[in-house]
């Protein structure tokens, strides 16, 4: 069975500091993993995706990279501000075959950007 | 922009009373999906369904059941509520297809059982 393990659960920094966030998953049979951020009280939005034939994805200010046969993943977040605050999720999605599409979750991290 | 509308935010319910928790999608897309989402336990599957009249368990189906009459409409239904059902419910939807598909939130609903 698929586990997903997030490091570190929280996170403060200073604005203006680069981060970075771990992924780690068990079972490296993936077929992508993404990467999550959820607002207090607000559903998921997705951020990046990368496939398992990718090494990594960038949008704007993040990076997300991925080493699929060691089972890790990492957000690279450059110059951090203080609405970059929120939970960061990530999720990787099995090679189970089908037209299905089902995700397993780390339980995040909560990062915190101090003004 | 994608939209996955659950109709209810909030929700207070009595226990043993029948709740169902609605969602919509607005892109046509194929799979649809029930998380719940509880501190220190993270997201875990409820049901899914990948075409209308389709549904599969995910992790945790003991206590619920599903509806998909229609493709943009999923439902959730607790047939008799219990405490231990007082969470945050995400229902979410996503284009049929392999690795390249991004899955779409709604904004969740919270339901507290009293």
């Known amino acids: 069975k698929q586990e997903v393990t997030q490091i570190p659960a929280a996170l403060s920094v200073p604005e203006g500091e680069n981060l970075v966030l771990n992924c780690s998953f068990t079972d490296s049979a993936i077929y992508n993993l993404q990467w999550f951020r959820q607002d207090p009280g607000k559903g998921l939005t997705s951020l990046l995706l990368?496939?398992?034939?990718?090494r990594e994805q960038t949008s704007g200010r993040l990076n997300a990279s991925l080493d699929k046969s060691s089972g890790r993943s990492t957000l690279y977040i450059a110059a951090s501000q203080p609405g970059d605050s929120a939970t960061y999720l990530c999720a990787v999605r099995g090679e189970s075959g089908g037209s299905n599409y089902k995700l397993t979750f780390g339980k995040g991290t909560l990062l915190t950007v101090n003004p | 922009d994608v939209k996955v509308t659950q109709s209810s935010r909030y929700l207070v319910k009595r226990t043993g009373e029948k709740v169902f928790l609605e969602c919509v999608q607005d892109?046509?897309?194929?799979?649809m999906f029930w998380y719940r989402q509880d501190p220190g336990l993270g997201l875990r599957l409820i049901y899914f369904?990948?075409?209308?009249?389709?549904?599969e368990k995910g992790d945790i189906p003991e206590g619920y059941s599903v509806s998909r009459e229609k493709k943009e409409r999923f439902s959730l239904i607790l047939e008799s509520a219990s405490t231990n059902q007082t969470s945050m419910y995400l229902c979410?939807?996503?284009?049929?297809?392999?690795?390249?598909?991004?899955?779409?939130f709604g904004e969740g609903s919270w339901l507290t059982v009293v």
């Open positions: 892109m046509d897309h194929e799979n």
């Open positions: 990368i496939q398992s034939s990718q």
């Open positions: 979410a939807s996503s284009p049929q297809g392999a690795s390249g598909n991004t899955i779409y």
């Open positions: 369904s990948y075409d209308v009249k389709m549904k």
